[in-house]
């Protein structure tokens, strides 16, 4: 079992630039979480999905951010424009029923 | 106040020592409970469930009180492998999870 996928684990990229980090789940579980962790903030859910459909997009921060689950195997958050306050290293984390959470080893964003 | 609460410490101990991190949850129709690790740069991972009768592994012990709503980890004969950030977690119906902030541990020789 290769875990929860991420790419890239780092990306820097100037503000206003667009983002998009991927997210391959464990095969077979059925939902899906986008985190952001920072110092300040600790680790914030953005967004989960269930069986590839959006369930809560509360903590999605503002227009800017955007996922996608387009298969049961391939999510995408997607940043744009990016700016210097996006910076955080960004989780994906998949669950199967009944049991606790595996995550990447997530994306290290930088918007300089 | 939030839906999840630890003392972030940092809590700083001798190797051998026992050591004990509480987690408090507001929602009593939370489901399931779990401790989660985090070093330094690296992603949260699962130490442990949290079982209503209790539950232990090796050296962790994990405990769940419903009725005070809150579940500890208990550490003994602490190494200093053991430091890191401990993360509880709390899943509500419908499959969100709350994180709490998390507790530092450092053992030191």
């Known amino acids: 079992d290769a875990g929860v996928i991420q790419s890239p684990r780092h990306e820097v990229t100037e503000m206003g630039q667009e983002v998009t980090l991927r997210c391959k789940p464990i095969s077979g579980h059925d939902y899906l979480f986008w985190y952001r962790q920072t110092m300040m903030r600790g680790l914030e859910l953005l967004i989960y999905f269930n069986n590839n459909v959006p369930i809560d997009d509360s903590g999605m921060p503002e227009d800017r951010f955007s996922a996608k689950m387009p298969n049961a195997s391939f999510s995408t958050l997607k940043i744009q424009p990016s700016e210097p306050r996006d910076s955080a290293v960004y989780f994906c984390?998949?669950?199967?029923?009944?049991?606790?959470?595996?995550f990447g080893s997530g994306t290290r964003l930088t918007v300089v | 106040r939030k839906e999840v609460e630890q003392d972030p410490g940092p809590f700083n101990v001798p190797e051998g020592a026992t050591v004990a991190f509480n987690c408090t949850y507001s929602n009593s129709a939370s489901q399931s409970f779990f401790w989660y690790r985090q070093d330094c740069r690296k992603e949260p991972k699962l130490l442990m469930s949290v079982y209503s009768s209790g539950n232990e592994d090796g050296r962790f012990t994990a405990q769940l009180n419903r009725a005070s709503q809150y579940i500890s980890l208990l550490i003994r004969d602490s190494k200093l492998s053991d430091s890191a950030t401990y993360l509880c977690?709390?899943?509500?119906?419908?499959?969100?999870?709350?994180f709490g902030d998390g507790t530092t541990l450092t053992v030191k020789p």
């Open positions: 977690v709390v899943n509500a119906p419908a499959g969100k999870s709350t």
């Open positions: 984390a998949s669950k199967g029923r009944g049991y606790g959470y595996t």
